[in-house]
């Protein structure tokens, strides 16, 4: 199997890793959280000028953990879609000249790609086809993994994004950022069936519900509405740790319910779980708990491999390189791309 040194700088990570037969040789990740936190969100100018300070030791220190040089490098690869454009442009600049300077391939990667294979990491004898739950505070999606580059979008979010709805919530309720975290660790001391609030349905014209899509912007606006009524009966009292864990408690049950229902419905045994929102320790326990009643198996990879990494977008890389898949030097960046379209990164 190839190695492969891959580049991720699709939002405010800047990461670099080298990947070898499913294993992570080395693994660099320079966050930005810091950077952003003082402004409650990623501010895209920001993100794409530290990218630029940041690539190139990143590179050299992966190459130096990894005891490697670029003579034991097959190809490399970067994340072009979907992405802030300025940041991906760092990432995709990198890797081409890198490519160009030592002759090597060069691979565009999808970012969804490597949240899918993040699995692969993790468990070395996993394979397609399997279904991903992919919740990050970008993505609400399940992916239909049929193949390396055949992908079939199943279920989406029609509004915020998990960790999105995670965010917006703790904003709300003047947590911090990133939200995620933070109400997970407050769900712990709280009550779960403290409160009942809405799991966003998707309505058919025909009737019924949408099985696998998502909405999360009316649970968000339900508990900013319980948070007023509550002000007003008790100003000083807000039970913020019965609010943070009947939220949390709503989106993973309603996550997990959507899951086993898709998986079942496809004949899929097999769920991997990736993205930020991948940690919680709700959706865990609950996802969990409906796969083994369904006798389904689920994976949760490590939070590192959850969260923005380039080792997945490496062994993304790898999979596609061993089918022969290149990228023409003329690939750009795509803020949006279909998570079916990825062949289109490819030569023919
Ligand atoms: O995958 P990720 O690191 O970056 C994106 O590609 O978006 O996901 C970040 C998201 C944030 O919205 C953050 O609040 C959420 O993941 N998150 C969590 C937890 N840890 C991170 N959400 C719920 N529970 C957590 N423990
Ligand atoms: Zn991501």
């Not at 865990?284 to 198996?297: I, P, S």
Request: aromatic letters at 6%; proline letters at 5%.
């Amino acid at each position: 199997m190839k190695t492969i040194l891959g580049i991720e700088t699709s939002c405010d990570e800047t990461a670099v890793a080298i990947v070898n037969n499913r294993q992570i040789c080395s693994s660099i990740v320079a966050s930005q959280i810091d950077l952003h936190k003082r402004y409650g969100g990623v501010v895209p100018e920001e993100a794409s000028r530290q990218h630029l300070l940041t690539i190139n030791p990143c590179i050299e220190e992966a190459l130096r953990t990894a005891k490697l040089t670029w003579n034991d490098i097959d190809g490399v690869a970067a994340t072009v879609a979907p992405g802030l454009i300025g940041a991906l442009m760092v990432g995709e600049t990198a890797a081409k000249t890198l490519a160009m300077i030592y002759q090597k391939p060069f691979l565009g990667i999808h970012h969804l790609e490597g949240h899918i294979y993040a699995t692969y990491l993790s468990v070395s004898n996993w394979n397609t086809p399997f279904l991903c739950l992919l919740v990050s505070g970008g993505h609400t999606s399940l992916i239909y993994v049929k193949d390396c580059g055949i992908y079939e979008q199943l279920g989406t979010t029609r509004d915020d994004a998990a960790g999105e709805a995670f965010d917006k919530v703790a904003r709300l309720l003047n947590l911090g950022y990133p939200g995620g975290p933070i109400i997970d660790k407050l769900a712990q001391k709280g009550n779960p069936k403290k409160f009942t609030l809405p799991e966003g349905k998707i309505s058919l014209p025909q009737g019924g519900y949408h099985p696998y899509d998502s909405s999360f912007s009316g649970l968000k606006t339900a508990v900013l509405r319980l948070v007023e009524k509550l002000k007003q009966a008790e100003p000083n009292q807000l039970p913020i740790a019965d609010l943070a864990a009947s939220f949390q408690e709503t989106v993973a049950r309603s996550l997990t319910k959507k899951t086993i229902t898709c998986a079942l419905d496809h004949n899929l045994t097999h769920i991997a779980v990736g993205g930020g929102v991948a940690a919680n320790s709700g959706l865990r326990k609950h996802l969990q708990e409906a796969a083994k009643q369904n006798n389904l198996t689920v994976h949760f990879p490590p939070l590192n491999l959850c969260t923005d990494n380039a080792a997945m977008i490496a062994c993304a890389a790898a999979e596609h390189l061993e089918k022969g898949h290149t990228s023409p030097w003329k690939l750009g960046v795509e803020s949006r791309l279909p998570i079916n379209e990825v062949m289109k990164l490819y030569c023919h």
